[in-house]
């Protein structure tokens, strides 16, 4: 499975948008760029991915390096309901493999 | 509606117990998932069904036995419970076999095995 690397954690203001880097150096060109984030004492919930073009959503948008080595999950207007562990995963094969994710905090 | 809802929530248990957690979705997902959580919050793949059929069985001891009587039903039967087996417990689902498509999780059901 290949690897991703997120900082441990990151901090936000709220109503500032916030940049949430991911590093995938080893990416096949198969493989699909996924952003899931956990609240606390909920099940992860699907954020967003993509494979080779930038993506958008009600969420938030995917920013994809154009050697795909690298994506950013972009939240345009962040709020404190966006406190939660983000992770991102590449998907090659028929499951999600979760790393340790980036822990999320925005100050009031 | 829950798209992916798990019972029980919570289940506390003796060791040597067994125990069944049951998940059901109505997204008309092919492919259906059981992850399972650690006190130190790593998310770990267990098993994938797809259609019924078993896709993934990640090296689970073989005390864990899946059962999907039909796509939308996907059940975790644990045997002789022990202390490790204390953990959150995901089930998922996606569309298709699962590649390039986002999985909906449940909420969750916290085993405890005292």
């Known amino acids: 499975d290949a690897k991703t690397t997120q900082p441990n954690s990151m901090e936000s203001n709220e109503e500032e948008p916030v940049h949430l880097p991911c590093n995938h150096s080893?990416?096949?060109?198969?493989?699909?760029i996924h952003w899931y984030r956990q609240l606390p004492s909920q099940g992860p919930e699907y954020v967003i991915h993509?494979?080779?073009s930038n993506v958008n959503n009600r969420m938030a948008s995917l920013a994809i390096a154009e050697d795909r080595k690298s994506s950013t999950l972009i939240l345009h207007r962040a709020t404190l309901r966006d406190a939660a562990v983000y992770y991102c995963i590449l998907q090659g094969a028929q499951k999600l493999v979760f790393g340790q994710g980036t822990r999320l905090t925005i100050n009031p | 509606d829950t798209a992916v809802s798990q019972t029980p929530k919570y289940l506390v248990t003796q060791m040597g117990n067994d125990k069944s957690i049951k998940c059901e979705q109505n997204?008309?997902?092919?492919?259906m998932y059981w992850y399972k959580q650690d006190s130190k919050k790593f998310l770990k793949i267990m098993f994938s069904y797809n259609n019924k059929e078993l896709i993934i069985n990640e090296t689970v001891p073989n005390r864990f036995s899946p059962k999907s009587p039909d796509k939308a039903h996907l059940n975790l039967h644990i045997n002789s419970l022990e202390l490790g087996d204390s953990a959150v417990y995901f089930c998922?689902?996606?569309?298709?076999?699962?590649?390039?498509?986002?999985?909906?999780f449940g909420s969750g059901t916290r085993l405890t095995v005292v």
């Open positions: 993509g494979l080779t």
């Open positions: 997204l008309g997902h092919d492919t």
């Open positions: 998922a689902s996606s569309q298709g076999q699962g590649i390039g498509y986002g999985y909906t």
């Open positions: 080893t990416i096949s060109g198969t493989d699909y």
